[in-house]
């Protein structure tokens, strides 16, 4: 059984062109590459993507709260809490309780975790640069400039909270 098109005229009207739908676009391009890059690391370090994304997050900033991984990975905190407890039950991660609020915990990587982070880093690295050599450098840097453009409207929208 093959997908086609809905035929009828209200239909076509109303239908959404997924293929040229830009949020559709990035998130389906996200989940390939999050996806192909997944395949790598879960292979050598045994990390799903939720764990490497907060390996990500702690590798770049110590002592942080569970909320700050969040709002870097926009993850949401069910998913940011398992992942943290698993890359503790594998003594990748420390958590101490933060002595400014009790109820929150500040999360390092532990040697054991700096050593995987360090060992996904390079690999990380060469995929995103496989993939951006079929860009020059002036299309990489446009590309990197429209990223950040659509980010901060994207953010900018979420404050306003137009309805659309």
């Known amino acids: 059984m093959s997908a086609r098109p809905r035929q009828d005229e209200t239909a076509a009207d109303a239908a ?23 395949r790598l690391y879960a292979e050598r370090f045994d990390l799903t993507i939720p764990e490497w994304r907060v390996m ?5 900033f110590s002592d ?43 999360l390092n990587l532990t040697a054991a975790g700096r050593r995987v982070y360090a060992g996904v880093v390079p690999l990380a690295r060469r995929y995103e640069q496989a993939l951006l050599e079929v860009l020059d450098a002036g299309s990489a840097a446009r590309f990197d400039a429209l990223l950040t453009t659509l980010d901060a409207r994207a953010e900018a929208l979420a404050a306003e909270r137009v309805p659309f």
């Open 56 to 60: 990500a997050v702690l590798g770049q």
């Open 16 to 38: 959404l062109d997924l293929a040229g739908f830009l949020p559709y676009r990035l998130s389906v391009l996200a989940n390939r590459l999050s996806s192909q890059l997944a």
């Open 64 to 106: 942080v709260t569970s909320d700050f991984v969040c709002a870097k990975t926009q993850m949401d905190r069910v998913t940011v809490s398992r992942a943290v407890a698993r890359l503790a039950a594998k003594r990748q991660l420390s958590r101490r309780r933060a002595s400014d609020d009790r109820r929150c915990s500040r």
